[in-house]
């Protein structure tokens, strides 16, 4: 018996080993973890319980069948993360470069099925160069498996990706597909196909950091929610952000102990709005102030800043903040913030999550450059999110709310729960100058009574009591009493119930 125990033991030591030392230290060498170091620091400690350590792969071509490594490329399982079950699966550089071959794909598959089962989060953990080559089609029909149970559980299961090397065709299109992606810096690359395709292709000369990098992923292309410094940066945030989750659709998010008092007021805030109208201020200082102990977990961060989306905490519980930030572009939607937002809200929705939105928009941005690039259309997608979602929403307008963008912003026309506004809130078409100018043109050159129209519009329009008169606004409350207000509207909603009419599903303007 002692002799079997052995072999086991023999077997599972080879296996932890996967592409061998020499490939585990040119791993170290390049900044990155191994696979197996990652989930040991991904989950809670013991807590890992290994899938499938013996498959390999069933290839014979290109001298395949004397290179079998067990395991196949990817480490799979369930574990803990803070006492609650999550799936995952973990890419293996050091075999084969991480790629994915048929029974590779197979032992993913079976992660995928039992998480959607079991209706907990599946997380992978990408570091991996796509299809295996040598298996051609075999690689490419596990992949698709992959992608189809990716859609099957979209909008069910929390699913996560971690980008932590360099990834290529399979091992970005399924992150592509998962609710939240993450890089790391300097490490990590994503790209359909790499630089040297890239110089074939099209003779474009371009580094792999240039080509799919976090500075292009996280900023520009915005494909990825956010990058962090290191690999066990990256990890222990992902910990953080999984306690934000439901394990599904079905259940409400982990409720934490409410450290912070929902009574506290914060003087601040009665002055965070300046006195001069075009001045900006820190819509986050807002956020800051109203979650539990400025616990907030912002997404795509660096794309399109000019609106602000994340995870805090009220009373414990999750909730999810859209805000526009007037310290970027005077806060104005354009086409990247409508889409940045349009998915965040979509995700609360489909996991229950209220939304909290702060407001100050000066409206769409004008120009050839948007209109040209489908402001209309991405627009739209913002509109569509904020009226199709049916969890509580709730609005605080803190100066201005214009034109389009006042019914967009979660307004009461299209939904809104609660609607606040800041005594210092602007609600209007437009600017009054802007307004001036167009309604009283036979009076441009006399700046006389051009100033007096304004003064007028301004008196008229620039407050909240116009739409507070009409009940489009619930109340006008003291900007230091704000947390206190949200928290008691979320208890307000808290058993809030829509009825929709039966539809197989909605057709949101992609
Ligand atoms: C088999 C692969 C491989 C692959 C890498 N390797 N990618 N083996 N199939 N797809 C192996 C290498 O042969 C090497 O083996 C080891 O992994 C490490 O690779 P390197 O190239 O030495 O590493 P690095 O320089 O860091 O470059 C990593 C890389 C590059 C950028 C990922 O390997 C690369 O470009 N690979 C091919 C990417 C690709 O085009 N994949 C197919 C995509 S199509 P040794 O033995 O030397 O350690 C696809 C279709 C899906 O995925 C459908 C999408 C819709």
């Known amino acids: 018996m002692q002799n079997i125990l052995d072999q086991l033991e023999e077997r599972r030591k080879i296996a932890r080993l996967g592409g061998g030392q020499q490939r585990i230290d040119t791993q170290h060498k390049k900044g990155k973890l191994t696979a197996r170091e990652r989930v040991d620091l991904l989950l809670d400690e013991g807590s890992f319980e290994e899938f499938d350590m013996f498959v390999d792969h069933k290839c014979t071509d290109f001298g395949m069948a004397d290179k079998k490594i067990p395991g196949d490329g990817v480490v799979t399982g369930w574990g803990k993360v803070n006492g609650r ?27 995928q099925d039992m998480a959607l089962r079991n209706r907990a989060p599946v997380i992978g953990l990408f570091d991996a160069g796509g299809a295996r080559i040598q298996e051609g089609v075999a690689a490419l029909g596990g992949y698709g498996e992959v992608f189809k149970r990716n859609v099957e559980a979209s909008g069910v299961i929390p699913q996560i990706s971690l980008i932590m090397g360099p990834c290529a065709g399979g091992d970005v299109y399924s992150p592509a597909m998962t609710d939240f992606i993450f890089m790391v810096k300097d490490t990590s690359y994503m790209f359909v196909t790499g630089p040297d395709v890239v110089k074939t292709v099209t003779n474009e000369t371009v580094t792999a950091e240039e080509l799919g990098g976090a500075s292009v992923h996280a900023v520009k292309s915005s494909v990825v929610d956010g990058a962090f410094e290191n690999d066990v940066e990256a990890l222990l945030q992902l910990r953080r952000f999984i306690d934000f989750l439901p394990a599904s659709n079905l259940v409400p998010a982990p409720q934490f102990p409410a450290t912070d008092s929902i009574t506290r007021l914060d003087n601040a805030m ?15 200082e807002l956020i800051y102030s109203v979650i539990d102990d400025e616990d907030f977990f912002e997404i795509q961060e660096k794309h399109a800043p000019n609106i602000i989306t994340g995870f805090g905490r009220i009373e414990g519980k999750t909730v999810g903040f859209v805000a526009n930030q007037p310290m970027a572009l005077a806060g104005v939607l354009d086409s990247n913030a409508s889409r940045k937002a349009a998915r965040f809200i979509r995700f609360c929705d489909c996991f229950s999550i209220p939304i909290v939105s702060f407001i100050d928009v000066p409206g769409f941005l004008p120009g050839t450059d948007q209109e040209y690039g489908g402001l209309i259309k991405h627009g739209a997608k913002l509109l569509f999110a904020y009226a199709e979602a049916t969890v509580p929403l709730i609005s605080v307008i803190t100066r201005k709310s214009y034109g389009g963008a006042y019914d967009v912003m979660s307004s009461k026309h299209i939904g809104g729960d609660i609607n606040y506004a800041w005594p210092s809130a602007e609600i209007a078409v437009m600017g009054a100058k802007g307004a001036v100018e167009i309604i009283f043109r036979q009076d441009i050159g006399d700046d006389e009574k051009i100033a007096e129209h304004i003064t007028d519009y301004e008196q008229r329009f620039c407050s909240p009591f116009v739409a507070a008169e009409r009940g489009y606004i619930d109340d006008v409350i003291m900007p230091h009493s704000t947390r206190r207000r949200i928290a008691n509207a979320l208890n307000l909603l808290a058993n809030k119930k829509v009825e929709t009419p039966w539809r197989k599903h909605d057709n949101i303007p992609l």
Do not use: C
């Not at 799936?87 to 992660?111: N, R």
């Not at 002055?271 to 986050?284: E, F, G, S």
């Open 270 to 284: 009665d002055t965070l709005i300046p006195d001069n109208a075009n001045q900006p201020y820190d819509m986050k």
């Open 85 to 111: 079950i999550i799936y995952l699966f973990a890419k293996d550089f050091t075999v084969f470069g991480g790629s994915l071959s048929e029974t590779h794909a197979k032992k993913i598959q079976k992660v």
